[in-house]
Structures are given as C-alpha cells and as structure tokens.
C-alpha cells in the first residue's frame, strides 16, 4: 500500500472551461504555498532569532540573517546548573528505555490478541481499548504515591517501568492491526516445521510487523521526548532533569535578556524530533491514517 | 506440537472457542495484565478512596466522607477551571477539524506536490506538544513580540496577548488549530476511500463542485469526522503543558487559562492536596465519559454508515 496521491480525474462540468483548468491549480498552489508560509513561518524565525544577538528578537520580525552569531547557544548551553549536554542525554535515556519497553511488551500483547485464542479474550480486549482513552490524571496521584514509597522519585524508573508493562495501549491496538493483515498460512508452515507459539512470534510474526515496530518506535520517540507532566512530576533534582523539564527551568529564571539564549535551547530540543519526523515520515502518515493516534 | 497433529489442523478451519491456547496466551499478556492491575487499575481504585479522603502525603489518608465533592461545589476557582477548560474545547476543537477537512479535500484534488504540503501541514501536530513551541508562543504573544513586531507597522494597535486576560485564552487556541495536520491526515485517508465513480455520476448528473461536496464527500466523511471529534475531545480536555509554560505554571493572568488539568496540578503537586486531586481526577473521568457517550449517542443521528 502507498501513501504517495493517486490524482483524481476530475469531471468535466459545465463550469470548467479551458483557462479555467489552467488556472485553477496555480491559485490553489498559491494558497497552499500562503498557508504553508503561515503555519511555518514562527518556527523558521525562531531558529533564525536563536542565531541572531540577543535583544533583536524584540525588534527584528524578519527573517533575514546578516551576521550569524552562535553566542547563544554558548551562552544557553551553560545557563542552568548543568549543562544542557546533561538533559539531553537524560531526555535520551528515558527516551530510549521506553522505546524497548514499548516494542517487547506491546508486541507481546499484540500478538496474543492477534493470533491466540483463549479464555476471556474478547474481555481483555476491550478493557485494552477503554484503557487507549484514559486520562493519565486519574492514576496519576496515586501512581505518584506508589512511586515514591518505592523510592523512585528522581530517578527514570516510573517513566520506563509502565512502558515495559504496555501501558501504552495504543501500541497495543497498533500492532494487533497489523499483525492481522498478516496471512495466517505463514504461521501454520512455520507450526509444521515444529515452531511452538513463541517460535511462530520470534521467526515469523516480529519480521513481518517491523513496519508496526518502525510507527511504534518513530511515535514513542517523539511523544516521550516531548512529554512534559509525568517528567515534571517524577523529576524534580536538577541533575536529573530532561529537555522539557530543564527548558521550563529556563523560562522560570530568564529576565527578557537572555531569550536568545532560551530560544537557541527550544531550537536544540526540537532537532531530535524534527529528524524523527524526517526520517520516519512515512511511518508516522501510515500509523496515524490507520489507528488516528496524534 | 509437533508437525503431525499441525498437520492434521491445516486446512480445516478452527471453530472458535475449539482449540484454546490458555498458557501461551496469559504468557504473552503477562506484562500487560501487570502492568493494566499494577499500574492502572490499581491506581484508580486508590484514587478512588483518596477522593474521599483528606491525604497529604505525609499523614496518612483520614476518611472525610462527600467533604471533598461539596468543597468542589462551591471551589469558584475550580469552576472557573471547568469553564475555562469548555470554552477551549468547544472552541478548539471545531475549528480545527474544519481547516484540517478544508486542507484534506483540496489537497485530495490531486494537488502536484500533495506529499509535500502534507508534511508541512503535519509537522506543527508534532512539534506542538513540545515546552520549546510554547516558549516560542509566549514570546510571539507577548507585548515585545513578533505578531506585534509584524502588525503595529501595519497600523494595527499591539497590545500583550497573554498578559491581558480576555485574549491569553485565544493564543492557546489558536495554538490547537496549529495542529490541526494529524486530524487532517486522517481525513485524507478517509477521502481516499470514497469511490470516484459517485463524483462522475454526480457530474454527470450536473452537480457543482459545491453541490459534490455536500451530498457526496459530506455525508460519506460523517465516521471520519465523528472519529476525529471523538479523538480531539478527549485529547483537548487533557490539555495541560502549553498552558503550563505560557501561564509560568500559574493559569494565570486572573486564571484565565487556568485549565482543569492546571488546578489539578496545583491542588494536588503545588499543595499535596492529594485527597481533592483525586476527587477532581474521577470527574475528569466523568465528564470525558459524559463527553464521549453524548458524542456516541448524538452520532446516530448525523454519521453515515455506507454499508
């Protein structure tokens, strides 16, 4: 399946006339083109304000560089207590710990939905669903309660554990998706050379869902990244702080001199997931086409 | 199992309910299950006592009865919360969908280069989430800032967008229509499926582009939009970062962007009022459930199922 435009041949009508036709797709070009300019244009000025001496992004609209200047990321890099190579490498941490807990426990969910069959399934299920919609607000208290009689406060673990117990039930209906649009012969050859259900898993349903394992990965990179309210709460030793946390630090301690300095470090938070969203584009078009996750 | 009895299942197709693979099942879902008991049922049915209890943490939880709902009934703080969490859902959230449906069906025209302005129309649901782009906001609001940078030389009066209480909660909307590039995709997908020989016998019949789009695409989107509308509800009710930083953590000014979720923040993580954030977490549920259930049940009145 491809998610590249299969141009619609459009009907004539009575009001399609021929300069019409030709004009037509310039004026909706341009219009996209306006949008396009809109919708991205406070973006491309902040990374071009970050590169610019510190007080004309209070003057300078434009986004036009005459002399680039890299003192603000120098100066940002250094402003906390640490330096930002430290929040970036906890962010990465959390970051990559989820991303393992997500694949492992979410395809071992996915897969005995999927393709097993037993007792209380169709219960399971459903109560998997209903989870997919839960507000984290109302487990949050108490999970923050349990966390920190458990001594965890401060440390990456209350932000992984629940990902390796697939408490990202999205994945789950994900990958259950998937895996039934694989033909279910593959696993019955696989049965007939002696594969018991782990070796049907292992050697043929994981190869085929790297596609589901590809979203899974792309989407959990970019939303634990970016996640604020589990982090801030579970985070607060300034040693142990990650991008998004740290970069609130910032705000809260920055007098309106140093916003070049706060803006070149929001620029160097959101590469990661801009080259995420390069990369896995395609990944990211297909998993929300097919599941409507955001 | 061995390859002979494989062999003697291949072909026929299992009855449900026939051959059960209990142990390798519950295997498989073991984290799972832990983690739904551990992690989020558990938490619930403690939240669920908490919020009738008076827990700071420290002491531990002191049974207080309806105490913490009736002092909601009167919490004029929390009150404005709700309101201020409803006018940006009910606001938001149309809008979105709109221009996310706009931009769908004109890039579906087959658009040269739709691949593209899809992607650029779909970055900012991406990035919008992020600390980084509500910095950014707060500077692009601010008295200083760019949108006043950009219009005051256009003769327009510029004033502080988010310092001023009557437009701090419109920067945050108009910072949910950003995103509108995830509804949008899907809505793509949506328009992909309806067949083209629907709009050639339209045409055929004489039907304006207008005239198409109300009697074709409209009616064979309904599940679509519905599926969005579902989905951006929920989600804008969970709102909670972009007000958090543009506001410095205080809802403020005059807590007009005092989300729902903020005031929970505060009362519970700001105060340790863990009892009243627990109360005020179950009507969160409540409210999203309400929320959903109206949307379930008003859908059988205006979404369309083509089969």
């Known amino acids: ?40 244009y406070p973006v491309i000025w902040m990374v071009v304000s970050s590169l610019r001496p510190g007080n004309e992004i209070f003057r300078e609209p434009g986004i036009l560089v005459r002399d680039l200047r890299i003192e603000n990321y120098r100066l940002g890099w250094n402003a906390l207590t640490e330096p930002f190579t430290r929040y970036l490498l906890n962010s990465a941490a959390v970051v990559l710990g989820a991303i393992v807990g997500n694949l492992v426990s979410c395809s071992m969910a996915a897969y005995a939905f999927a393709r097993l069959n037993f007792t209380g399934k169709k219960f399971w299920f459903a109560i998997m669903l209903v989870t997919i919609m839960l507000p984290i607000h109302v487990v949050i208290v108490p999970q923050y309660i349990l966390f920190s009689q458990a001594g965890w406060i401060n440390t990456f673990l209350p932000l992984i554990v629940p990902k390796l117990l697939a408490t990202d039930a999205f994945f789950v209906f994900l990958m259950v998706q998937f895996i039934r649009g694989i033909p279910r012969e593959l696993d019955e050859a696989a049965r007939i050379d002696g594969c018991g259900k782990g070796g049907v898993f292992l050697r043929v349903i994981l190869p085929l869902m790297v596609p589901a394992l590809a979203t899974t990965t792309i989407f959990t990179f970019i939303w634990t990244w970016n996640d604020f309210f589990s982090q801030l709460i579970y985070l607060t030793d300034p040693k142990m702080y990650t991008v998004p946390v740290a970069l609130r630090a910032f705000v809260d301690a920055t007098a309106s001199t140093s916003w070049g300095s706060l803006f070149a470090m929001s620029v160097v938070s959101l590469v990661p997931v801009f080259l995420a969203f390069l990369l896995g584009q395609r990944f990211l078009i297909k998993g929300i086409a097919t599941t409507g996750i955001k | 199992m061995s390859a002979l009895s494989a062999l003697g299942t291949l072909g026929r197709k299992k009855p449900p309910g026939q051959k059960k693979d209990n142990v390798a099942a519950y295997l498989f879902l ?37 105490e913490n709902f009736t002092r909601m009934l009167s919490d004029e703080r929390l009150h404005n919360s709700l309101k201020v969490t409803f006018t940006y859902v009910l606001v938001s959230v149309p809008i979105q969908l709109a221009v996310a449906l706009l931009l769908a069906v004109v ?86 499926q309806i067949p083209a020989m629907y709009y050639e016998a339209a045409s055929v019949d004489g039907a304006g582009p207008l005239r198409r789009f109300f ?7 309904t599940p679509i939009i519905f599926f969005n509308l579902v989905l951006q509800i ?70 369309f199922y083509d089969d």
């Open chain 2, 234 to 303: 929920i989600h804008a009710f969970q709102s909670f970062t972009q007000a958090f930083v543009v506001s410095g953590g205080t809802g403020g000014p005059s807590d007009s962007t005092m989300f729902y979720t903020l005031y929970l923040y505060d009362r519970g993580f700001g105060n340790f009022d863990m009892g009243y954030a627990s109360a005020m977490a179950w009507f969160l549920l409540v409210i999203i459930g309400v929320f959903t259930a109206a949307n379930f049940v008003a859908s059988k009145y205006w979404v």
């Open chain 2, 30 to 66: 073991t984290p799972w299950l832990l983690g739904l008991f551990v992690i989020t049922i558990g938490p619930m049915i403690a939240s669920l006592y908490l919020a009738f209890t008076d827990y700071n943490l420290i002491q531990a939880p002191q049974w207080t009865g309806l």
């Open chain 2, 215 to 221: 009697s074709i695409t409209m009616p064979l989107l």
């Open chain 2, 107 to 192: 890039l579906d025209r087959g658009v040269r280069g739709m691949a593209f302005y899809r992607s650029v129309f779909y970055l900012p649901s991406l990035l919008g989430s992020s600390v980084a782009i509500a910095i950014l906001w707060k500077q692009i609001f601010g008295t200083d800032g760019l949108l006043n940078q950009l219009i005051t030389p256009l003769g327009f009066a510029g004033k502080g967008w988010i310092s001023d209480p009557s437009t701090a909660l419109g920067t945050l909307v108009v910072l949910n229509v950003w995103t509108f590039g995830a509804p949008m995709v899907i809505f793509l997908a949506g328009l992909r």
């Open chain 1, 1 to 40: 399946m491809t998610t590249e435009t299969l141009p619609r041949s459009v009907p004539a009508t009575r009001a399609t006339t021929p300069v019409w036709r030709r004009v037509r797709p310039a004026l909706t070009h341009v219009a996209l083109a306006a949008a396009a300019v809109v919708m991205l």
